[in-house]
């Protein structure tokens, strides 16, 4: 019989020197997936028990930041938060909704989950630049416009608005043109620019006209501020008028580029 031929022997070598064959990865046995599936089954339905079941991460605390006006109990029963509810299933924007339309007088409010068991509301409230005279009370004003709140007591370092509007001349030609909502939210963009160490002898906000906005101050001083436009250039140069001429009694930046100031 004859044996192996070399050219034979030598494919036989190339072939078994060559790269090994990659083996096939066994398929899973049924055993294991099923202890997998029941592994993953038993923690969904843990961690469901754990966030809608347990009495560990349900409500139990609210707690109120912010205020300053307004009670910390005030805004817990404006809010209405579900106590003893799963704190996963809160509805956090209806808490905020329900704030925003009972409490005008909060102006944002932020609504977090705090784990494992409180709800936080951070409140931010409206600040007044302007009242409003109701009779023997006054509507607080602030600097977008909003009326929100009405007191019976003035707060300190809030003018009064007064419109002083006629029916003759420029004032009623004023009046028709913008309007008298239209002629308070410039009295407001007035107030809202107001310089700080000229707000705090604020006393009122004279509204004339559109262009004719004054101010009265304590010490019988006064301003005239013409319109709502240019605010921040006529809050700086009025800052800078006072300085300079800190006995006059009435001033003048209606026209910023051009004040003047009178009387001692």
Known sequence: MAGTTTAARGERQQGSSGPPRPRRPRAPRPRTLVILAAAALLAALGTGWILYGSDWLRVHDVSVTGTRVLTPDQVREAADVPVGEPLMSVDTEAIEARLLSRTPRIDTVAVDRSWPDGIELKVTERTPVLLVRKGRNFMEVDDEGVRFAMVSRAPKGVPLLEL?????????????????????????????????????????????????????????????????????????????????????????????????????
Do not use: C, N, Q
């Open 164 to 264: 002083a509007l006629s029916r003759r001349g420029s004032s009623a030609a004023s009046l028709r043109r913008f309007g008298e909502d239209r002629l308070v939210r410039e009295a407001v963009r007035v107030a809202g620019r107001i310089p700080a160490a000229v707000a705090r002898d604020a006393r009122v906000v004279k509204v004339r006209s559109y262009d004719d906005i004054s101010l009265e101050l304590r010490g019988g001083r006064t301003v005239a501020w013409g319109s709502g436009e240019k605010g921040a250039e006529k809050a700086r140069v009025l800052t800078a008028l006072m300085k300079a001429e800190p006995g006059a009694h009435h001033f003048d930046v209606s026209v910023p580029t051009a004040p003047a100031s009178a009387g001692s």
